[in-house]
């Protein structure tokens, strides 16, 4: 399977716990992307990479969230001191530099997410 | 004010059916118009995107942009029961930014 991958699928942690995600992008994807969904809504865009520079950061993304990709291939996402709040599905997209415009963004291929539940 | 209105649906249709599933965005910024299917419990798939105004066919699936009205349409013909999922449409701005904004989703539900 040579989609974007992510690990684990399925994430159960108690409140004030620490958790982290990877992420695998598409193999030669420069581009890789985080977002949270939550039931009901789309997904909200939480940071991005071009190789390992994190170019965009959202709002969302308190003091406790810290994304990285060292070496410009796969990512992770750390919670630190989970809340009830940080429920969600967190997806991971990547994409290539390829595109009009200079720029592929518009061509984000997702993975399957990871479901995060604070009890 | 959100940048992607979407209606939630539910949406429920006879198999064969033409579907009609409509977003509205609030900046003119915007360039590129993407429509994504999910499925439960999946993540995003990409269906097709479209630059700037005008219509964009890929089998079944038609993306309509109209710029001018700020107004993003995805039809189904000849729908079918592995239809059935949520559909969310996205905007992008371009340039070297990243973000897409995704509307809330459309649940569409064809019955045989």
């Known amino acids: 399977d040579t989609g974007v991958s992510q690990n684990p699928r399925h994430k159960i942690t108690k409140r004030g716990q620490n958790v982290t995600f990877r992420c695998d992008p598409i193999s030669e994807h420069n581009r890789l992307y985080w977002y949270r969904q939550t039931l009901g809504q789309g997904p909200e865009f939480l940071t991005y990479?071009?190789?390992?520079?994190?170019?965009?950061k959202s709002r969302l993304l308190s003091d406790r969230f810290s994304a990285e990709r060292p070496k410009g291939s796969f990512s992770t996402l750390e919670i630190q001191r989970t809340e009830q709040g940080d429920s969600a599905m967190y997806l991971c997209?990547?994409?290539?530099?390829?595109?009009?415009?200079?720029?592929?963004?518009?061509?984000?291929?997702f993975g399957p997410g990871t479901r995060l539940t604070v009890t | 004010q959100k940048e992607v209105e979407q209606d939630p649906g539910p949406l429920s249709v006879p198999e064969g059916a033409i579907v009609s599933l409509n977003c509205t965005y609030s900046n003119s910024a915007f360039q590129y118009f993407m429509w994504y299917r999910q499925y439960s419990r999946k993540g995003p798939e990409l269906l097709m995107y479209t630059y700037s105004s005008g219509n964009k066919e890929d089998g079944r699936f038609t993306a309509q942009v109209d710029k001018s009205s700020k107004y993003i349409s995805l039809f189904i013909r000849d729908s079918q029961p592995s239809d059935s999922a949520t559909y969310l449409c996205?905007?992008?701005?371009?340039?070297?930014?990243?973000?897409?904004?995704f509307g809330r989703g459309t649940q569409l539900t064809v019955w045989p």
């Open positions: 996205a905007v992008y701005r371009g340039s070297t930014l990243g973000r897409l904004y």
């Open positions: 990479f071009q190789n390992e520079a994190q170019l965009e």
């Open positions: 997209a990547s994409s290539s530099r390829t595109g009009l415009a200079g720029g592929s963004s518009y061509e984000q291929y």
